[in-house]
Structure formats: C-alpha cells, structure tokens
C-alpha cells in the first residue's frame, strides 16, 4: 500500500468537502469491515482541523468532489493511466501524490513495466514545483469552508509538511527501483535527464525540478561506492602501461590494458554519465569524471611525448578520452589533441590501433540503487592471460617490419613438425595478408596468438629449445 492509499479521507471514502456528520456515518460503515482501530484513527484525523492538514496535503486538494472518486477507481484498476489524467482536473500537488501513489503501485516483476515509470516520476516532479503555497492553502480553505471547518492559517507548518511529503515522495521512488535491475534505474534516469534537458533546450531559464533533483542526489551517494573503485582500477591502468613502452614500441600486455582501460571508461560513461549530465544542468562540471579525464589525457600525452607511441596515444583520445568530454571545454581538448596526432601521423583515419570492444554489460543481479557497487570491472593482469604479454607491437610513426616473435617462432616449428605445414602457414598468410598498414600484422601477431598458443604451445617447447 502506499501514502495515498492509506489516506484518512481514503479509507472512510470521504472527499475534503465532506461535513464532520459526513466523516462520523462513513466511520461506522468502514467500522464494519475495517480494522475498527485503523478506522477510529482516521476518524479522528479527519475530524480535529489541526491534525487534518497532514492528510488533505496528502490527498487531492484542489480536485472536484466528483473527479476524486474516479481518481482513486484508476489507482485501483490500471496505476499507470492515471499520467494521462487531463490536467485542468488535476494539477500541482495533487497530481504529485497521484502519480507518486502509482509509482508504488505498478508491479515492477516484468523489465517490461519499468518504461512506465519515466513519466509518472517527471509527472510528479514538474506537478510539485507548480504551486506556491498561497495556492496551495487557498485550496485547503476552500475545501475547508465547504465541510465546515476553520480555515487553515499557518503557512509555516504547511512548508513544513510539504517538505516531508517530498522526502516521501523520494522513499517511494527509490523502493520501486529495488524491483528493478540497476541498469533499468539508470535506464529510467537517463531518459529523465532527457526530458529536464529538452525542457531546457526550449527555455534557457528552466529548472531542474526539485524531485529530479533530489533522486539524482539520492542516486550521486549510491554511486560512490563505483566511482572509487573504478578510479582505483583506472589508476592502476594508467600507471602500468607505460611500462610495457618503449620507443615507439608497446608491449602486447599493454595493449590489452589499454582495452580494459576502454571498457572501464565505457561503463563509466553508461554508469556515471548521466551524473555529468545532470551537472551540466546545473551549470557545473563533475568533478570525478573530469578528474579521470585529465590523467587519461595525461597518458595520452606521456605516450606520445616520452615513448613516440603516436598510434596509441591517437587511439586513447579517440576511443577513451573522448567519450569522457561532457562539456564544450574537455571536447575542445580531446578534438585538439586528436588533430596534432592525425597531422603527425599523416593520417585522418578512424583508429583501429586498439581492439574494438563489445557492448556495456552490466551485472543483471545487481538490483536498484544499492547495487551501484556491484558494477564495478574485475580486470586480470596480463601476465595471467597470456606468455605473450612481452611480445612488442610497433606504435609509432609509419610502419616497422618485426622481428620474428615467439609466435611465428612457434608457427614454423609446428609447420616443420606436421609435414605440409598448410593449415598453419594458411592461418599466417591471412594475418600478414590483413595488415598493409603494419599495426594489423602484429595485432594478429599478438592476440591470435593468445588463442593459438592454448592448442600448441606446450607440444612446441622442446622444438624451440632445439633451435
């Protein structure tokens, strides 16, 4: 059940208009079949002006007799059509604890209701910051003149209430979001930054509703379980692949680190961005990402700079740093960086120094805001991975031929070994066949090798150490 279900004037189905005689004769009746205890409560509630504005704040102010008990039917039957309730018969707080009653309403089971979500939230969220509290008040009184009873005068109180229902509001959202998987709250949320985003495209002096704001808060804590982690991991990327570098040479093991730096990034970007965007609302930059970026772009500029690893420092500003630039000042950067490496090395191309990684795939168990922690990548080290993690792969300007590699060392061997030598020497035509710019061919050098090497390398060892 939620806030609005469980409403005074709910539960004895009695309207804001209804007169004290009215609220007595509902009481008895709802007595007959309710908990009597529950009833006498919201009897009392309903019936003593000062504990009553907790429960006409939180029903439908403002709305016509005739309009609440439809209302309340829809609630029942089909929550989430209620957001398409005409808003000359429901509008402002109103609409709010409507919509945010059929948010905790919807059975979440199926991925297939999260959708429905979207505009209820942004219903509610936009509804809540329509009304002053004068309007709000002259409502009250209205409904209160009608029933009889004295009007309400303390504005600060009634601030007060409207504060705690908007933190109901944010516990209502967030515990639906515990039904859902955390790539579909973030899902939901992205496509709420979209809305607050359009809304500002068509005014400049639009706000970001107050709600949004508060869950997109709720959301920034929950985060920073991932964000240190991930910032640890990256760190870590970032201080060992230099290692693997020489003169315009890199080691394979650093190759694959520079992937596993790309697919942080891009779960990053999935995960973190939509906290950049929101800060971008606000007219601010995010201060972790725009951290990451600077020593991303650092190690850009160390490969370039100190090892002459042109092609990798083009790939890591193509690949890696400019998804990170959120805002006009980091994209003018990374597009500058990007020009200097096409100019040095006479080429405009799309990068394919680093391997191209799959999509995003978050962890399917972790469930809400809560599971934001449980997002975060666990990378091996290289010299787990494969014997080859030593193997250079030229980096630089123009092409370089390499020296024979303990793959094509093995390829031979195994070649002399079984005769012909035509299904491993068909495998090694294809690869230098591939590779005309000269980073192909010991890309395939490297990384076919890893596969090839599980099958062979064991019954290759003593023809090595015979050579």
Sequence with gaps: ???????????????????????????????????????????????????????????????????????????????????????????????????????????????AKAPSLIPLIWDAAKSFDQQTIEQIEAQINQSRTAA??????????MSDILQ????????????????????????????ELSLAESERAKSSGSVIPALLEDLMNSYEIAAQVFINKEKETADRLISEIPQGCKEMEMTSGSVMLLQQLQELVQKWVTVIGILDRFHLLKGESYEPTRSLFVHIRQLAVKLS????????????????????AFDSERTKAAEEDLRKLCEILD??????????????????QARGLKGLGDLTSDFSSPDSLSALSGQMIFAGKGEKTAAPTLASRVTAASARQTGSGKSVSTQK???????????????????????????????????????
């Design 1 to 111: 059940m939620t806030l609005f279900l469980e409403n005074p004037f709910f539960v004895l189905g009695v309207t804001p208009e209804s007169s004290r005689s009215e609220i007595l004769a509902k009481a008895e009746e709802a007595a007959l079949l309710d908990d009597p205890d529950r009833v006498s409560q919201c009897r009392a509630t309903l019936t003593n002006p000062a504990k009553r504005l907790d429960a006409e704040l939180r029903f439908l102010p403002g709305v016509r007799t005739d309009e609440i008990e439809a209302i309340c039917s829809a609630l029942k039957k089909d929550p989430a059509s209620v957001v398409n309730w005409p808003a000359e018969k429901l509008s402002g707080i109103a609409r709010s604890n409507v919509m945010i009653a059929a948010v905790s309403s919807i059975d979440l089971s199926t991925s």
């Design 347 to 364: 080429n405009s191309n799309a990068d394919n120094f680093i391997p191209v990684t799959g999509e995003v795939c978050l962890n399917p």
């Design 148 to 157: 009889r009873f004295p009007s309400v005068k303390d504005t600060a109180r």
């Design 164 to 191: 705690d229902i908007r933190r109901e509001y944010l516990k209502n959202i967030t515990t639906a979001f515990d039904s859902l998987r955390t790539a579909e709250v973030i899902d939901v949320l992205s496509k």
């Design 305 to 324: 700079n100190e090892y002459q690893c042109f092609q990798a420092s083009k790939g890591i500003t193509e690949k890696i740093l400019r998804p990170l």
């Design 429 to 467: 035509e294809k690869a230098e066949s591939s590779s005309s710019g000269g980073i192909g061919t010991q890309l395939l050098n490297g990384f076919y090798s890893i596969l090839f090497l599980i099958g062979e390398l064991s019954l290759q060892v003593q023809s090595l150490r015979k050579e």
